[in-house]
């Protein structure tokens, strides 16, 4: 905001230079993460923060009561979604803080999710980012990472590239997972819905937590995740004739991750030192019907 200048202000120099004053001292605009989201579930656990910066920061609690979720309040269909996080510090052993890309209410067979579920564990063992992704209501593709920092001591940043060529996850721009659109070949993905950034933090000690065998210790509550920093770059499609957003592409041919140079080596590095688990690396699971299309790709 700049201030007002009284009309007793005669000279146009001295009014310039009030006017640089006024500018200088005024803090540069910055994007109040509450105008962006809302709380879904456990309201009286969700509180914002605003630092000397002028970021803003949701801070989601989880007592014995229970956790809370939020919500953005905009969903799109084909979007980069960043958002910071910082988890659950010491012994977060049975919690499980979220961000995952959902649509609005739709029946279950139609429901899309694309799911990044940060796996809490006992003071002192890195956690484990759980990953899946559901299309028309099925989902079963899980991969699992086990993270390289504590990501409690400070924020990074989690991403999820979502256009119709693929979806692409990344943590701090390391990309982590790629899954395809590979449609032609009979692989599900998820093109028809908007989806909206949520956000949560719960109790899942029945499975978190080396499959449920460490219990959150609730003398530990109560636990906070913090979030900041989210931003939304839509998908911008091709400039093929008659297509007018990426949901037009046909073939899907928006720019992404395919291009060179974009962080093929940094994802193959990033599997190969921190990947704990591929569904499509487990033959025994799918022994009955045989392993999924995209497991099978050239």
């Not at 914002?48 to 269909?77: C, I, N, P, Q």
């Not at 390391?174 to 109790?203: A, C, M, Q």
């Not at 688990?277 to 033959?283: A, N, V």
């Amino acid at each position: 905001m700049v201030a007002w200048l009284p009309s007793s202000c005669c000279h146009p120099m001295a009014a310039a230079a009030l006017l640089l004053t006024a500018m200088a001292a005024a803090p540069a605009f910055v994007a109040l993460l509450h105008d962006d989201v809302e709380p879904m579930w456990g309201a009286d656990h969700i509180s914002f923060h605003t630092g000397r910066d002028g970021v803003e920061t949701l801070a989601l609690r989880l007592d014995k009561d229970h956790g809370s979720g939020f919500r953005s309040k905009r969903a799109y269909r084909f979007a980069r979604y960043d958002i910071d996080l910082k988890l659950v510090a010491n012994d977060s052993a049975g919690t499980v803080t979220t961000v995952y890309l959902t649509p609005d209410l739709v029946p279950p067979e139609d429901h899309d999710e694309i799911d990044l579920e940060f796996l809490g564990n006992v003071t002192g063992e890195p956690y484990t980012l759980h990953t899946n992704i559901f299309v028309n209501g099925v989902g079963n593709r899980e991969q699992q990472f086990r993270l390289w920092f504590d990501p409690s001591k400070d924020f990074h940043t989690y991403s999820v590239d979502w256009n119709p060529r693929r979806i692409i996850m990344f943590i701090d721009s390391t990309p982590i997972r790629v899954y395809k659109n590979e449609s032609s070949r009979g692989v599900p993905f998820p093109t028809l819905r908007h989806l909206r950034l949520d956000g949560s933090l719960w109790n899942a000690d029945d499975w978190a937590t080396q499959g449920g065998r460490v219990k959150t210790n609730w003398t530990q509550a109560p636990f906070h995740a913090y979030y900041r920093n989210f931003h939304v770059t839509p998908c911008a499609p091709s400039s093929s004739p008659g297509v007018a957003s990426c949901g037009d592409e046909r073939p899907p041919e928006s720019a992404g991750f395919g291009k060179p140079g974009l962080g093929a080596a940094a994802l193959h590095k990033a599997r190969a030192e921190h990947l704990l688990y591929d569904y499509c690396e487990d033959p025994n699971r799918f022994k009955d019907e045989g392993l999924p299309n995209e497991c099978t790709a050239n």
